[in-house]
């Protein structure tokens, strides 16, 4: 009888499963970052994560995003990251540089998530002062 209840659930996951269509696999270049729930740098993270980690960059037909920022699936977690911090190729990370010294730093998992807030905030550019 259990297995009466698990077909609908089964043809569900599949539903959703076809919507989504794999662009590739990038990479995060910044130092620390956060994959968002919404398309916004001030959403909520659903989860932290370091320079080169690898990300599957998705489409999908319900979900409509601008063209700066990138729907991505992370571990267990599908959301959002802006395509600026994304490259197909992996890239040399401080980390990847200095394995020592920073794993000396021994960030815990809020100072990680802080450092990610940072960089989302962060405004790179030219300075205008003359």
């Known amino acids: 009888m259990m297995w009466i209840f698990l077909i609908p659930t089964l043809l569900f996951a599949n539903a ?26 001030n959403s909520g993270s659903l989860t932290t994560i370091q320079c080169s980690h690898p990300l599957k960059v998705l489409e999908s037909s319900k979900v409509s995003v601008s063209k700066e920022w990138a729907y991505v699936h992370v571990a267990d977690y599908k959301g959002f990251i802006l395509k600026k911090f ?37 405004i790179q550019g030219e300075t205008r002062v003359k």
């Open 16 to 41: 959703q499963t076809r919507d989504e269509k794999l662009v590739g696999i990038f990479y995060f270049t910044p130092m620390f970052g956060h994959v968002h729930q919404s398309a916004s740098t």
């Open 86 to 122: 994304l490259s197909e190729k992996r890239p040399m990370c401080f980390q990847g540089k200095y394995p020592k010294f920073f794993d000396s730093l021994n960030l815990d998992l809020s100072e990680l998530y802080y450092w990610g807030r940072l960089n989302d905030q962060l």
